[in-house]
C-alpha cells in the first residue's frame, strides 16, 4: 500500500540549514509528484513546494529563496533542503503524494515530523 | 496568490444533524478544490476531490458541491468520528493555498 514517511532532527537552531527525508513506498516517484506541507503548531497548512514525476519542481514563493526540493529514485526518496531558518519555521512538516493523474490535489499523506527551531 | 476563505472558523452539532462549510476563493479555480478531514495529532486525509468526487473509502455522507467560486462541504448524520478540523485547498495554480480550517464539534 501507499506510504510516506517522513525522518529529520527535531530540534534546530536559527540560521542553520534544515534537511529531511521523505521515504516513500508503494508507487514511484517517477509516476507521481510528492510535495512538502508545513503546519505550524495549532494553526493551518501551507504548501511549500513540489517534486513531479519528471523532476521538474514548483515552489512557494514565500520560502523559494531558501527552499530546495530534490529525490533519488532509486532509494525512493524525496528531500527537502532549507536553510536561514527562523524560528517562525517551527512546524511539522508532511510529505504527501500528489494522485498527479485526476488531479494535483495530495491523496496520500505521511506522519509528519515535527521541526522546532530555538536558540 | 489565490485566497481561499473559510467558513466558519468553528462549529458545533449534534450527532445525527448536517452541516455545512464553505470556502469562497478569490478567483476562478475551476472546479480544482480538494478537503481534507484532521484529526488531533494526525496528518491531513483526503475526503472529497475535484469539488465533488468521493475519495474511495469515505463515507457517504459526506459530499461536495460549488456554485460559481463558493465551494460546500456537507456532512450528513454527524456522527462522533467526525470531530475533527476540516480543510480546503486549491490545486489550480501556484502556489497551492489552503482554507484556514473549521474546528467541528460533536455536541
Known amino acids: 500500500q501507499v506510504q510516506l514517511k517522513e525522518s529529520g532532527p527535531g530540534l534546530m537552531q536559527p540560521s542553520e540549514t534544515l534537511s529531511l527525508t521523505c521515504t516513500v513506498s508503494?508507487?514511484?516517484?517517477?509516476?507521481?509528484?510528492v510535495g512538502w506541507v508545513r503546519q505550524p503548531l495549532g494553526k493551518g497548512l501551507v504548501w511549500m513546494g513540489t517534486?513531479?514525476?519528471?523532476?521538474?519542481?514548483n515552489y512557494n514563493s514565500a520560502v523559494q529563496s531558501r527552499l530546495s526540493i530534490s529525490r533519488d529514485t532509486s532509494k525512493s526518496q524525496v528531500f527537502l533542503k532549507m536553510n536561514s531558518l527562523q524560528p517562525e519555521d517551527t512546524g511539522t512538516y508532511y510529505c504527501?503524494?500528489?494522485?498527479?493523474?485526476?488531479?494535483?490535489?495530495?491523496?496520500?499523506w505521511g506522519q509528519g515530523v515535527m521541526v522546532t527551531v530555538s536558540s | 496568490d489565490i485566497q481561499m476563505t473559510q467558513s466558519p472558523a468553528s462549529l458545533s452539532a449534534s450527532l445525527g444533524e448536517t452541516v455545512t462549510i464553505e470556502c469562497l476563493a478569490s478567483e476562478d479555480i475551476y472546479s480544482n478544490l480538494a478537503w481534507y478531514q484532521q484529526k488531533p495529532g494526525k496528518s491531513p486525509q483526503l475526503l472529497i476531490y475535484d469539488a465533488s468526487s468521493l475519495q474511495d473509502g469515505v463515507p457517504s455522507r459526506f459530499s461536495g458541491s460549488e456554485s460559481g467560486t463558493q465551494y460546500s462541504l456537507e456532512i450528513n448524520s454527524l456522527q462522533s468520528e467526525d470531530a475533527a478540523t476540516y480543510f480546503c485547498q486549491q490545486h489550480h495554480d501556484y502556489p497551492f493555498t489552503f482554507g484556514s480550517g473549521t474546528k467541528l464539534e460533536i455536541k
Open positions: 517534486i513531479w514525476a519528471g523532476g521538474s519542481t
Open positions: 508503494g508507487f514511484s516517484l517517477t509516476s507521481n509528484g
Open positions: 504527501a503524494r500528489h494522485d498527479s493523474f485526476r488531479g494535483d490535489y495530495f491523496d496520500y
